[in-house]
């Protein structure tokens, strides 16, 4: 995590054949590096530009992809380098978002033994993942690793991989952040709505397939929804979005049920409030910021 607001060297721009600009904002992720991502793909879509097709905003980066029979190359640099002037001239970085609560049962049978089945791909052949992580972050149990895991917010950094995949960002000081390698041989199978993590970063698997992140439980409800059953998919079938801020809520085998039934039924909702993500003080004092953060989502 970056100590400072400001960013010591300006973004690197390239292009990737005629259609792609790629801006580079720094090499290492940060919460200020993916701020200023986010906050300059937020101004280029405010700003509704003709032949702009996609924009991609990543950890420390954004893709965009335009049309250059309409937008020039050199229009869309200047106008980029502009809007990241825009973004480094903010005096009191904010972003006007949500936080969102999300149940997962740790531990659970399902992540468990498919950890089992990969455990030769995997640098403790004798053991589990949560054990593991346990003891890369010096920790006593399991048990503490999962309550550090789940009392802190996590940023959704980026989305991607697969759809509606989340990478998630743990706000607390760099020392206290979670680290957990990757397995050292990719498994064929990850359980879909898996809560997994590598390096620095957890994310949720959105669908079933390969994965290499370490496995630590899974999700109680859906967050890729193509047929949009659910409310909380009735404008996008991908329920995350950069920018968003996920509070872990620990669940037992009784409650993952419970959810179950509600989301077979359409009736499941997320448990989410509004909120403002405010760089400075998340840098400055992250106890506070997530004191505010969390507050929101208990006063829904």
């Known amino acids: 995590m970056s100590d400072t607001v400001t960013l010591t060297n300006p973004a690197r721009y390239t292009w990737g054949g ?5 801006v580079e904002i720094d090499e290492a992720m940060s919460l200020a590096a993916n701020f200023t991502a986010n906050a300059m793909a937020g101004h280029l879509t405010a700003e509704e530009v003709d032949g702009v097709i996609d924009i991609c905003p990543a950890n420390a980066s954004l893709l965009i992809r335009f049309d250059p029979d309409v937008l020039p190359h050199a229009q869309l640099e200047e106008r980029m380098r502009r809007i990241e002037r825009a973004v480094e001239g903010l005096s009191h970085p904010t972003l006007a978002t949500r936080v969102v609560e999300v ?3 740790y531990d659970d049978p399902y992540t468990g033994a498919t950890g089992a089945r990969f455990r030769k791909g995997h640098q403790r052949p004798d053991g589990n993942d949560l ?3 346990a003891e890369e972050n010096n920790l006593a149990s399991a048990a503490e690793f999962i309550e550090r ?3 802190s917010p996590w940023l959704v950094s980026m989305v991607g991989f697969v759809a509606g995949l989340p990478f998630m960002f743990q706000i607390v000081p760099q020392p206290e952040q979670l680290e957990v390698p990757k397995y050292l041989s990719p498994r064929t199978d990850t359980p ?3 809560v997994g993590h590598g390096g620095c970063f957890a994310c949720i698997y959105s669908v079933r397939g390969a994965g290499g992140y370490q496995m630590f439980g899974i999700a109680a409800a859906p967050i890729f929804d193509p047929h949009q059953k659910l409310t909380d998919f009735a404008d996008f079938m991908v329920f995350f979005k950069p920018g968003d801020i996920v509070k872990f809520k620990p669940i037992d085998e009784a409650e993952y049920e419970r959810i179950q039934i509600e989301v077979e039924a359409g009736t499941y ?3 989410q409030a509004s909120v403002v993500f405010d760089l400075q ?3 400055a004092d992250p106890v506070a910021h997530n ?3 969390l507050e929101a989502l208990d006063g829904v």
Do not use: C, G, K, N
């Open 149 to 151: 895991h789940h009392s």
């Open 18 to 22: 005629d259609e792609f600009l790629f």
């Open 131 to 133: 054990d593991f992580a």
């Open 291 to 293: 004191r505010h953060i």
């Open 281 to 283: 003080q998340a840098l």
């Open 269 to 271: 909702v997320y448990r």
């Open 192 to 194: 879909a709505l898996t």
């Open 103 to 105: 149940p997962v049962w």
